[in-house]
């Protein structure tokens, strides 16, 4: 078991996303209250005081983004849910849109209410189908039930939620990128200044949070903030929903109280490495965090500050488990092939820099590795932090630095020998319908 | 487009005022969705009717991974690729679809049936591999549980 769960907290049933599910849960109660007897400053107050962090992979207080909302300035602030769920290894915001379509709901409503918004979105990514109609669905419901629209419980609170989605883009998921999307044009980054709390969406206040620390936001204002602290860690308090996928037994979403034993979590909870090979690496929280070998995770626990004090981050929760005997060089080709694909070209750095990793590294691979390329890789990666709009250079940068880190004997035997040191692997050894080997190098 | 514009126009109701831009993706998705793809007419239509430049639309065309400026085949396969899928098989899954309908990634067969393509994170590594089919994710692919979908969507 992985400690006490604030959003995994009922049994998943061929209808437990409906609306008279959710109602049988005490589902909406906590919205009647808000917009009946307390103001939005008190929403506010109390998710601040539950230092409710950002689980869209930087962990920012979700109390003090909101705190940037100025009430009664004669404009109109936006809320949207950030559901462009792409970070490779995420898959954790989809059990909330296909289980809990409307927890997701009554938080935004809460939300709203505490920011005055009158128009929220769900911008949900274009290839998820079932999450996509399980939201829209709830939308549906709420609107019927009358916890969306005009006079919200016979409030005064009026809310539409429109359900926007993406059409293939990784970078918008970066929220600034999201937004110019969500304007209906081709998702380019913004730089800051200003925050997009000051001039977001068609330039008016605009609050995005992630699915999951919205889902929060209900039990926060239900329970008390000191409730919610009593969870976690003083640091990070509350819980987690960590993807995990790759070489393991039980790959699939966990909610994982903060402060739980990283390696207990992979070795009881997931069952361990696929078929009992042994533990290489693990990203801990999305690809463009830095891996951490078995050694590395052996005294962390699965909260922000302990996996960032060894040097990577708790990032999305998407964890990524690898075997021993996993080519890192055919890796880290996916990740540049990927960032490469997705970089949007605005920026230089990015742009180029995606193009020429992704070159170094397929040179490599072909057996027309340099040993200079290493360096050249960790050159390019350094270049790219800090100068871009958007946070996707650097994430290249910092995946790329993590694994050469680790692994730089890996590379140099390639460019030395013309192949692999794990024969090109990326499936786990013992993969069951592992295909003919084929020569790599 | 034009037989499209009543449920543009419930959709319009939804935003809120001044929000016209914004109709540009969902109403490509629903183009799209219509015709199979996004024709030149469409791109005049849409542009007239929410009053938005061309080269907005156009550039949103190109921008998202989504959105196709030509048919395909009926049935669209759409492999991923990432880690966690490769991690898990994927580059044996996209050699076998590749060799069972005979072309590459890319490519759409003699008969208009199949299109296969090649895709980035789908969001469902827990279930690697993943293949996309139309909007269907199919997921914990192998060999035969692919002869087992190519056989039917045949059919």
Known sequence: MTGTKLLMTFPVTADSHTLESYCKRGGYATLEKVVREMRPEQVTKEV?????????????????????????DEQPHYLCANADEGEPGTFKDRWILEHAPHLLIESMAITAYALQVRHAFVYIRGEFDLPWRRIAEAVEEAYAAGWLGE????????????????????????????LTSLEGRKGYPRNRPPRLTVRGLYQRPTVINNVETLANVT?????????????????????????????????????VEYGYSFAKFIREDCGGVLGGLGLKCVVPGGISTKVLTAADIE?????????????SGLGSGGMVVVAEGTCMVRFLQVLVRFYHHESCGQCTPCREGMGWMHRIVDRIVAGEGQLEDIDRLLAISKANDGTTICGMGDAAGYATVGIIAKFRDEFEHWIKSGRSLHEGRLEAANHEWLREAVPHG | MKHLVAEFDVLRRRFPAGFESSLVLPC????????????DADIDALADYLGVPRIQIEE?????????????????????????????GAEGVIEHLGERL????????????????????LGSCGTAP???VNETYHEDMSPERLDALIERLAS
Request: hydrophobic share 40%; charged share 15%; with cysteine.
């Open chain 2, 60 to 88: 949103v065309l190109s921008y998202y991974t989504q959105f196709r400026r030509a048919p395909i085949g009926r049935w669209h396969l759409q492999a991923c690729r990432n880690l966690s899928c490769s991690m898990r």
């Open chain 1, 151 to 178: 006079s919200i419980a016979g409030s005064a609170f009026s809310l539409d939620i429109v359900v926007y989605r993406g059409a293939g883009s990784y970078v918008c998921g970066e929220a600034s990128g999201l």
């Open chain 1, 48 to 72: 601040a005081a539950s230092g409710l962090l950002g689980h869209g992979g930087a962990a920012f207080p979700a109390g003090r983004k909101w705190g940037v909302i100025k009430l009664n």
């Open chain 1, 219 to 255: 039990g926060i204002v239900r329970d008390g903030a000191a409730a919610f602290r009593k969870v976690g860690t003083a640091k990070s308090p509350g819980t987690q929903l960590i993807s995990i996928s790759g070489h393991v037994q039980r790959p699939g979403v966990y909610e």
């Open chain 2, 130 to 132: 993943v293949v996309m």
């Open chain 2, 28 to 39: 490509l998705r629903r183009i799209q969705e219509d015709r199979g793809w996004v024709a």
């Open chain 1, 299 to 311: 005294p962390l626990t699965l909260d922000h500050a302990s996996v960032a004090a060894a040097g």
């Open chain 2, 102 to 121: 005979g072309i590459g990634p890319g490519e759409t067969t003699a008969d208009g049936r199949f299109t296969l393509s090649t895709v980035e994170c």
